[in-house]
């Protein structure tokens, strides 16, 4: 067990800049999820911090100590590849055993060794795999196998790539579960990489988002869903995404899609210009039935609906409001179909308000379009 | 129409029997001289100019290359030159082994100034012409004293096989994942346990099919032997000339009985691990 901090973290693969000036300090005990997209620097930043890549610029400090110079056998992390890379010539037993007899991560004799594995391939539900190479397995079970390997171990700090990603949604989902468990029993400092931002807010303590190299935001899952610093953040988490529209101020009041949405200028934000962005999450708004009205202060948008899918239970809406699409996530018993005009709501704790910016770039997020940010209200 | 084929079964066309006909066209094209070589060992002296194909077949020549009628006919012991390249490519190839499959991981593991440029360099040993360095190469072997011994002959035929080795080897170490070296260093092993217990067993299979095609080219050579020996140190493949005679008589089915006899150890080696040379010999093009 131990803290990580990142100074300055900086590395550039020739003329590809991987990771710039990251700065990240995880607590004792920490299950610290990075995430995001695909080639954000998440797996250097990991490698970093094992030793693997040579930074060119910052330093890792794991427990106090200065990781400059250090070897990787020397730093006592533990971690779990994105590509499993088991041992093929070994059994999954070998495997297992690989990190108990090195000599680096304590002494353990035969009988140590086989209770260790038999411990953790219970836990993991691999241990009739034993006997098994890698190349007999599942990438369900590789990935177990892989996980195994690092928790059959002591280690200041675990550090999990992607271990999640090469699974079918349902085992997924059902390892997703599981690690949960194994992360709360091991209260080994955890460093987990995806881009799954359901993975991150299921598991993380606290969550960083990376972008092209950079830190965009950390946070716990909560801050990160409800206060996203910008449209970047808050469309990589959520799916389908949030839907943004383009905003101006006028008389007093926040006009988007051609006055089809409508709700009072926040005071407390400053508009530049008077242009802003706003956005609302699919499942924050609200499908109104026939003859209910909204409850008072929320924001209607009226349109018509392009497209429903549905979801099982859910359905998703795709929703023309002036010109722009809106997509709902509601009930699929809210008996809206494709052509009927319907009215949405939102409260207005659930707009996000932008910056005002050129189509396609990303923008800070201002605040919420209720004088009170709802995180300080819920949390 | 289309019948279905059984597996190993294909479709039988106008193109592919002409494809067929030109193929074993160009076996026999290729494998005549082979076969007129083992016609020739089996024919008696009188015989051997003939070009018939009907003669009683003798074994009597295999005996004579390696009697001492033989020794006495080109002044070489046969068996000793069948020794001596043996012992010549084994030397070889285990220098090239013990330093050609470090330098191979290096080279496929780290990019540093002028890596590529080493590389090239070595392989140019390869398509260099042996002619070329032959005459520096014999003054310096006379100077150091190392002329017409097995220590001068390893040196020289390990120039001919390192660069197979290290260009073999290097595409079976790019082929693995630099990720299980980086696993078995957080496993708490150090770089070179990483490199002997993980890499090393998985390039197995590259180790043995360089290790023979190296053999095969060692135990070709001609040249080497030819300008940098001379008794003591004589190779098959200069053995196998003498039969021809130094301008007295020349005795063919002699010649063809021993270059059989020099033939048969590579050949052997080859059959037997057939299934990594074909992967050895595509310069691992084949990504596994």
């Not at chain 1, 038999?118 to 590789?142: C, K, M, W, Y």
């Not at chain 2, 290359?65 to 006919?73: A, E």
């Not at chain 2, 299979?205 to 095609?213: E, K, Q, R, V, Y």
Request: charged letters at 20%; aromatic letters at 8%; proline letters at 4%.
């Amino acid at each position: 067990m131990a803290t990580v901090e990142l100074t300055g973290l900086s590395k550039a693969y020739g003329d590809v800049q991987a990771i710039t000036g990251l700065d990240l300090a995880i607590g004792d005990g920490e299950f610290f999820v990075v995430l995001g997209p695909s080639g954000a620097g998440k797996t250097t930043t990991l490698k970093s911090v094992a030793g693997l890549v040579e930074v060119d610029d910052g330093d890792v400090v794991i427990a106090g100590r200065s990781m400059r110079g250090v070897e990787p056998y020397h730093r006592n992390v533990a971690m779990a590849f994105e590509s499993y890379a088991l041992y093929p010539q070994k059994t999954v037993f070998d495997n297992l055993a690989s990190p108990l007899r090195s000599g680096r991560t304590g002494r353990y004799s035969a009988a140590d060794q086989q209770q260790r594995i038999d411990a953790v391939t219970t836990t993991l539900g691999i241990n009739h795999l034993l006997r098994r190479f890698p190349r007999e397995l599942s990438n369900g079970q590789r990935q177990r196998v892989a996980l195994g390997r690092v928790l059959v171990r002591p280690a200041d700090v675990y550090l999990l790539d992607e271990p999640l990603s090469h699974l079918d949604a349902k085992l997924r989902a059902q390892m997703r579960a599981e690690l949960k468990q194994l992360g709360e029993m091991s209260r080994t400092t955890s460093l987990y990489v995806t881009h799954d931002y359901q993975e991150a807010l299921a598991l993380g303590d606290r969550i960083a988002v990376l972008r092209a190299g950079r830190l965009v935001q950390v946070g716990t899952p909560h801050e990160i869903w409800r206060t996203p610093v910008d449209s970047f953040v808050a469309k990589a988490l959520g799916q389908p995404e949030i839907n943004l529209l383009e905003a101006e101020v006028a008389d007093g009041r926040l006009r988007a899609a051609g006055g089809a949405v409508d709700l009072p200028a926040p005071r407390h934000l400053d508009l530049a210009g008077g242009r802003a962005r706003l956005g609302f999450r699919p499942r924050d708004l609200g499908l109104l039935r026939a003859g209910s009205t909204a409850p008072v202060g929320d924001v209607v948008l009226r349109g018509r609906v392009g497209l429903a899918e549905r979801l099982g239970r859910l359905m998703e809406f795709s929703v023309d409001v002036g010109g722009h699409d809106v997509i709902v996530v509601a009930d699929s018993d809210a008996g809206a179909r494709e052509g009927d005009v319907v009215d949405l709501h939102v409260p207005l704790t659930d707009v996000h308000v932008f910056a005002a910016g050129p189509a396609g770039e990303d923008t800070v997020r201002l605040g919420g379009a209720a004088v009170r940010e709802p995180a300080q209200e819920r949390s | 129409m289309a019948k279905e084929l059984k597996p190993g079964q294909r479709r039988v066309t106008a193109g592919s029997v002409v494809a067929d006909l030109m193929i074993v066209a160009w076996f026999v094209f290729s494998l005549f001289p082979l076969l007129w070589m083992l016609l020739l060992a089996l024919k008696n002296d009188a015989d051997q100019t003939s070009t018939y194909f009907a003669f009683s077949p003798t074994f009597d020549n295999f005996v004579t290359v390696l009697s001492q009628r033989g020794q006495d006919l080109t002044s070489v012991d046969f068996g000793q030159a069948m020794w001596t390249s043996v012992l010549n490519c084994v030397g070889a190839v285990l220098v090239s082994l013990v330093v050609g499959v470090p330098a191979a991981y290096a080279a496929g593991r780290w990019k540093y100034r002028g890596s590529e440029n080493l590389m090239f360099q070595m392989l140019s040993f390869r398509f260099a012409p042996e002619l070329m360095v032959i005459v520096p190469l014999f003054v310096i072997y006379n100077t150091l004293g190392i002329f017409d011994t097995k220590v001068g002959m390893v040196w020289v035929l390990q120039l001919v096989t390192m660069p197979l080795v290290v260009w073999i080897l290097r595409s079976y170490f790019q082929d693995l994942s630099p990720e299980l070296e980086q696993a078995a260093l957080l496993d708490g092993y150090t770089r070179i346990r990483a490199f002997l217990t993980v890499a090393l067993p998985l390039v197995r299979p590259g180790i043995a099919a360089s290790a023979l095609l190296a053999f095969i080219f060692a135990w070709n050579n001609y040249v080497f032997p030819l300008i940098l020996t001379d008794s003591a140190a004589t190779t098959v493949t200069v053995a196998v000339t003498k039969f021809l005679g130094g301008g007295g008589q020349a005795y063919y089915n002699l010649t063809a009985a021993a270059a059989l006899l020099g033939a048969l150890p590579p050949l052997v080696l080859a059959l037997t691990i057939q299934r990594y040379l074909v992967r050895g010999l595509s310069f691992g093009a084949v990504k596994a």
